[in-house]
């Protein structure tokens, strides 16, 4: 209940929570190394592999929840992934300006820190990488690789030459060099411990290589032989890779947002889907409906269309039915006209005749 109430603040990272975040880092890989350490002397009892692989899981899953309290505790309200997100980025920012003053010749003047940003991304350097940000860096990084398990006995050939990163002129220097953190290995893990361990037995001590430092093991490694030391390790570079993994996707944050992403795209995919479904089948109904209504209304035309020329016939029928019957009032009244006509010129041809007649029986007389 307490996780959800949390409101994460988003945007860049500002130099106090970078710098908090880093203090997180390097707290928990001492609480991670104290765990360890612990682990290993409890081990010796079992088998080593299968003890420290049980145990470092829990310490794995929560490493980074660790940081996040831990930055809440500081006033830096950020999650896990962010805490994770921004380490990596750190880690990769710094191991590229590292590997540059590493290999910048002695009497080269054109350190990291005397470039300018232009110069910097020309080249494929960090550009904003703070002297500030960088010694925590270096105090943290350095200081999980500054732990050796070989005998506390060093010779010439396995101290690792020191490569300081400083420059002419007074620039940045670095306040710890590798000589110095390599001098003191604990006591816990020196060689006699290697005897509990069940690769072969050691070769006669005469014919032993020279000791040389190693990076901190893993949790299932607690204790190795010899034997199976690399012949020239770089404790640095291969702690780093341990504890810090440049990989991206090797962390469980990432891995847990990708599956995070991948699920939320199927069921993105899946609700596509079902809306797919669902439209087209809306579709089909309000086309099914719309072919409905077309067939009624025009149907409902048609018949219209059909009732305004029956009526348009049946006037047509009346039409013609009086003009016909004027026709024959017309005809009717002609042969009228010509009946009386003809009456009245046979009256008229029957008087003259008459007339004539009689006045031819007065005319002799």
Known sequence: MKMA??????????MEETMILIEAKKKDDERRKLHRSKQSITSISTSISSSSSSSSKPITELRWKWVEEYCWGKGCFRSQNQCNDKWDNLMRDYKKVRDYQ??????HLKSYWNMDKLERKDKGLPTNMLPQIYQALFDV??????????TPTPTPTSTPT?????????????????????QTPPPSVVVPALQLSSPPPLPPSPLLPPPL?????PPSSTFLSPQHLPPHPSPTLESERREYPHDPESSPAKRRRKEEGIAAT?????AAAAAATTT??????????????????????Q?????????????????????????????MNRQGFNGLNEAINRLATSIFTWANSHKNQQGPS
Do not use: C
């Open 5 to 14: 109430m949390r409101e994460y603040r988003k945007g860049n990272w500002t």
């Open 102 to 107: 590493k290999n910048l010749p002695a009497d």
């Open 141 to 150: 990084v350095e200081s999980t690789s500054s732990t050796p398990t070989t």
């Open 162 to 182: 020191p490569t300081p990163t400083s420059t002419t002129g007074g620039h940045f220097l670095l306040p710890i060099s590798m000589m110095e953190m390599q």
């Open 213 to 217: 430092l190693l990076p901190p093991p």
């Open 266 to 270: 199927t069921a993105a995919a899946e």
């Open 280 to 301: 087209t089948t809306t579709l089909e109904e309000v086309s099914s409906a719309i072919s409905r209504s077309a067939v009624m209304i025009s149907e409902a035309i």
């Open 303 to 331: 018949a219209s269309e059909e009732r305004e020329e029956r009526r348009h016939r049946e006037m047509m029928n009346i039409q013609q039915s009086r003009l016909r019957v004027e026709e024959s009032n017309l005809e």
